[in-house]
T-cell receptor
Framework: DADVTQTPRNRITKTGKRIMLECSQT?????MYWYRQDPGLGLQLIYY???????NKGEISDGYSVSRQAQAKFSLSLESAIPNQTALYFC???????????FGPGTRLTVL | GQNIDQPTEMTATEGAIVQINCTYQ??????LFWYQQHAGEAPTFLSY????GLEEKGRFSSFLSRSKGYSYLLLKELQMKDSASYLC??????????FGKGTTLSVSS
């Protein structure tokens, strides 16, 4: 079984819709992250959480919100999706004693 | 800012050696990661350098100079399967990794 899972893997939605992307991990890591990736732009950090009660904005948090429901779960919401949020979204985890990040398989989101 | 700079694209032939450079701002620096990412897939860990010098891991090596804010990833005996994006990421104190935009490497026969 995968250590970091993301649901859904693909999603097509319409402008103005609310959408939630979910991430779960079985690695027992404290830290979780959400990134988006656009062609030629690398990975841009949206939000990160160092433990259940900790939420921090990243480089591009506008238009997004997150919820850390448990140590193992970190969800990303788009309250009102817009076409320029079309991208590949990755969740990642790391342990506080070792900064290597482990990535989920990604969610490909298309906003029409 | 937290600019991480690396070339956008590189090309090489099978069996060759290629060096991918990365420069970063030295403030708050804890270490430097290299990840490999095939198209449409998740990034996977290649190396992590904290101290100055070269670390070798099979066909891949990574070098770090902390004072110069410089790292490189060296790939030897290139194979077609090495065609991918290579992401340099700075481990910034107190926050998440800061990624560069990635270098797309194309290996031809």
């Amino acid at each position: 079984d995968a250590d970091v899972t993301q649901t859904p893997r693909n999603r097509i939605t319409k402008t103005g819709k609310r959408i939630m992307l979910e991430c779960s991990q079985t690695k027992g890591h404290d830290r979780m992250y959400w990134y988006r990736q656009d062609p030629g732009l690398g990975l841009q950090l949206i939000y990160y959480s160092f433990d259940v009660k900790d939420i921090n904005k990243g480089e591009i948090s506008d238009g997004y919100s997150v919820s850390r429901q448990a140590q193992a779960k970190f969800s990303l919401s788009l309250e009102s999706a817009i076409p320029n949020q079309t991208a590949l979204y990755f969740c990642a985890t790391s342990d506080q004693t070792d900064d290597e990040q482990f990535f989920g398989p990604g969610t490909r989101l298309t906003v029409l | 800012g937290q600019n991480i700079d690396q070339p956008t694209e590189m090309t090489a032939t099978e069996g060759a050696i290629v060096q991918i450079n990365c420069t970063y701002q030295t403030s708050g620096f804890n270490g430097l990661f290299w990840y490999q990412q095939h198209a449409g897939e998740a990034p996977t860990f290649l190396s992590y350098n904290v101290l100055d010098g070269l670390e070798e891991k099979g066909r891949f090596s990574s070098f770090l100079s902390r004072s110069k804010g410089y790292s490189y990833l060296l790939l030897k005996e290139l194979q077609m399967k090495d065609s991918a994006s290579y992401l340099c990421a700075k481990n910034q104190a107190g926050t998440a990794l800061i990624f560069g935009k990635g270098t797309t490497l194309s290996v031809s026969s």
